[in-house]
């Protein structure tokens, strides 16, 4: 196959942290059911009773784990790899979903688990090694070359006109405004990550890197993308129906990651035509999967999409975000417990 | 990309092919409505005002040049790359319909189409190279060697033994007895294409093929192979929905193809593992994407996955032999005109 060692690692990470944010949500429905039938109160309607509940903690351990090696992943291997990996854990959801809270997979389903696998397989195959980095500077200076700097250019003028012009105006009615928002930034948190990652991969590897102002520097990159992305995000989940935000942003958000990516680490040099276009074919697969497996829950329920209920994606593509992936939370467990429809959003658990 | 002049030959071919028989039903099919209109008696009730139509004839002509050109490509590429592209003619089908014949696409199949073509771009990337043949001698060399005629004698028993002794029994309950027959005649149907396709080829540069005896004898084994698997799936259809019997026939005769191909042409061999698993996640994709093809017009029409509706797969898969898509074209244009609901099979038109 071809693959470095820390490609390897990467994509190992990368799985396992799938495997604990797919994982973590159906322990945490678990703890929520249980906490529920002892006290008699729905976490929805003001109990607090999950606090007591072990697995209620224990799937929230399991997500924070999924989240660190969700981020450590970005150390070793290219957001290429890492990012549209994110779909798996949706995958690890629905199967253990089916087996543990016994919720139906639809055949649809099935078939959408399938493409998401094969893809990945691709995208795995396919991968693009990375030059080796040895000090944040190096990251610095690609992060300073100018076709970066247009991309930067570019997203922040985006960000600014959608803020300021189009999201007073329209971000209500049209889906596009606040998820653009999200996904912008979401393209600059990954690489702000992933700068940040490497920098303290280094400095564990007995480089220190933290005397450099530059780390510092993307320590507040990565803090202020991940507000402002945030913040949109809850803006976006409260305004539309999770099931139309989150095939939109998991689109969005991954392209914009990938194009940065390929940007700022050059990770398409040397690489052939063939292994690109694969690539970029195993990326459409999972995407297809992602949209197939999303559909999948409405069909089962009835009507065809119906776009009501709130599939995992955009807490995929988040995975390095536990503040996002809090806010969908709530989606979620809607999402799990069918009969728990009045979980309110935002509520503090 | 670094495709071969021949792959790229065949690949081109096998494109057009899946052009030519997928528009092929659709120009049929406005013949036959025209010719209904005309007439007033429709092709199922016994009516042959079609055959005074001109747009049924070149409807005709469209889909034997598609065989010409899909037995050509045989001749040029590996068996490989060719018999998966077949699926693309569902593709040009669904969207000819949509367009000529306005039918609604769903947005599954929309879906399904994406699949399809991003799985055949990965399958054409990762396609292996056929080393030259120069003489059906070689090929017939490739025939007998030990590993291939195992493959040949683990076939035979098991085609007589689903003859004679599984098709009597169970042969119209169990719908993989019938299907099975065609797909392991199939496989042989289209290694003995490939043998005589290639001798042909070889004749027309120069290198007159048709004074051995070996040429006969493939050109023997094709007519054989074929008369038995259109016989038998002309049974399989005849007794089950083309809904069910098409998606396992299209998977059982493609992967049994490749097998076929990998064992006689040694096509894996000199490929790194990457591309093998590359192109099988492919062919997965491109399968996941014929079956959402299908499963998307079973939605349209109101209740999920009622399998009534006979979807393409099996006319791609025998892409080769007229005679079975002849057998098929009634259900196709059942299929593609829904009012026509009383063309009886087997008519002679």
């Known amino acids: 196959m071809g693959m470095s060692q820390d490609n390897l690692r990467g994509f190992i990470l990368a799985l396992l942290s799938s495997v604990f944010i797919g994982a973590s949500f159906i322990i945490k429905k678990k703890g929520l059911r249980r906490a529920a039938a002892v006290s008699g109160v729905r976490a929805g309607y003001g109990g607090y009773a999950y606090l007591l509940e072990p697995l209620w903690w224990l799937g ?164 202020t993308c991940v507000i402002i992305q945030m913040n949109y995000l809850n803006k976006a989940l409260d305004t539309f129906n999770t099931a139309v935000v989150s095939p939109i942003y998991y689109v969005m958000f991954t392209s914009l990651t990938i194009i940065a990516s390929v940007i700022m680490f050059k990770d398409w040099d040397g690489q052939n035509t063939g292994s690109i276009i694969s690539e970029l074919c195993g990326f459409i697969a999972v995407l297809c999967g992602t949209i197939l497996l999303n559909s999948a829950k409405d069909f089962d329920r009835g009507s065809s999409f119906r776009g009501e209920h709130a599939p995992l994606s955009p807490t995929l593509s988040t995975g390095l975000f536990s503040g996002n992936r809090e806010t969908l939370k709530h989606d979620e467990e809607n999402e799990l417990l069918p009969d728990d429809i009045c979980l309110r959003k935002q509520e503090p658990y």
């Open 60 to 223: 929230m351990v399991t997500m924070i784990v999924g989240e660190v090696a969700n981020f450590v992943a970005y150390a070793f291997a290219p957001a290429i790899l890492v990012t549209p990996l994110g779909a798996l854990s949706i995958i690890v959801s629905a199967i253990l979903a089916h087996f543990m809270l016994k919720e139906k997979l639809h055949q649809l389903g099935v078939l959408g688990c399938i493409m998401c696998i094969s893809g990945s397989v691709i995208i795995v195959i396919h991968a693009p090694q990375e030059s080796p980095i040895t000090s944040v500077q190096e990251i610095w200076a690609m992060a300073t070359q100018p076709a970066f700097l247009l991309y930067l250019g570019s997203v922040i003028v985006l960000v600014v006109l959608l803020i300021l012009y189009f999201a007073p105006r329209c971000g209500h009615t049209n889906v596009l405004v606040f998820t653009g928002i999200c996904s912008l930034m979401g393209s600059l948190s990954v690489m702000s990550v992933k700068a940040l990652g490497t920098a303290l991969k280094l400095t564990f590897e007995g480089k220190n890197q933290l005397v450099y102002l530059e780390t510092w520097f993307f320590m507040f990159i990565v803090a």
